[in-house]
């Protein structure tokens, strides 16, 4: 595949975040209002549950107004979240990016925004921009120079797209992954609560103990051994406690010893 090297400042410009007071504060959505981002709504998906807004005579310039398919980067941070970044999807309000991010915006018709996204979100890229940081007391502040200096490959624009899509369906399959693992824990733990009731409020009143407790308690207490060779033939007897083996933990099978 034949593609082109070319700066990120070529073909994207980032937009710094704008500066408010705690007491600039206003309700969310009320009239002459906008939204401003922060750190903490830079999410792996934006973080829409906890929005603050500010009086929009703040926002001087309307370029700062976030757009669908702008990426909002987090570019003072502790080291190790410099770069990270958010798709900005289309938003039923007004909005902006707060002091301590900025807006990451394709500027050339040559590069997908998707594309952009996913190149900047790779594992590759977010090492790049952390190490165009520069590290103060306990932030790293991005140096934005820096990082549109850093190289991006660009394939055609049609195979730009294509790679978007792959890459969005992937991340499409990794979400759903997570969704049925979090539903098995769900499940899980509700069978374990219907069976045996919820260890915590205890309705059935099952008795409960410690492990101090079992411990200094010789019929629950906990023992180890004897291993190996110190299990001789002779002492196994017909009936009492099962004696599990080697055998049974490789072979998932603990009925009684064959």
């Known amino acids: 595949m034949s593609f082109e090297l070319v700066k990120l400042g070529e073909v994207a410009k980032f937009i710094r975040g704008v500066s408010y007071k705690p007491n600039d504060l206003v309700e969310n959505f ?12 830079v999410q792996k998906k934006l973080d829409e549950t906890d929005m603050l807004s500010i009086p929009l005579t703040i926002v001087k310039d309307k370029t700062k107004y ?10 003072a941070n502790s080291w190790n979240l410099v ?5 900005i999807p289309k938003l039923e309000y007004l909005a902006t990016a707060g002091g301590f991010i900025s807006i990451l915006r394709a500027v050339d018709k040559k590069i997908d925004r998707r594309y952009l996204y996913h190149w900047f979100n790779s594992d590759r890229t977010q090492i790049q921009a952390r190490n165009c940081g520069r590290q103060t007391t306990n932030i790293s502040n991005m140096d934005l120079d820096r990082a549109l200096s850093l190289k991006i490959p660009l394939p055609p624009l049609n195979e730009q797209k294509r790679i978007a899509e792959i890459l969005d369906k992937a991340d499409e399959l990794r979400l759903k992954r997570q969704q049925s693992i979090e539903k098995l824990d769900e499940l899980l733990q509700a069978t374990f609560i219907d069976m045996f009731g919820d260890p915590v409020t205890n309705p059935r009143g099952w008795k409960t103990k410690t492990i101090e407790e079992m411990i200094a ?3 629950y207490s906990l023992k180890r051994g004897p ?4 299990l001789k033939k002779e002492i196994f007897v017909e009936s009492g406690y ?5 055998y049974h933990a490789l072979n998932n099978d603990f009925r009684a010893c064959p």
């Open 227 to 230: 291993f190996g060779g110190a």
């Open 30 to 41: 009320s009239e002459n209002s906008i939204v401003c981002m922060r750190t903490a709504n």
């Open 83 to 87: 770069g990270k970044c958010s798709w």
């Open 242 to 246: 099962l004696v599990y083996e080697q």
């Open 66 to 75: 976030l757009q669908e398919g702008d990426i909002l980067v987090s570019t």
């Open 217 to 219: 308690d010789e019929k």
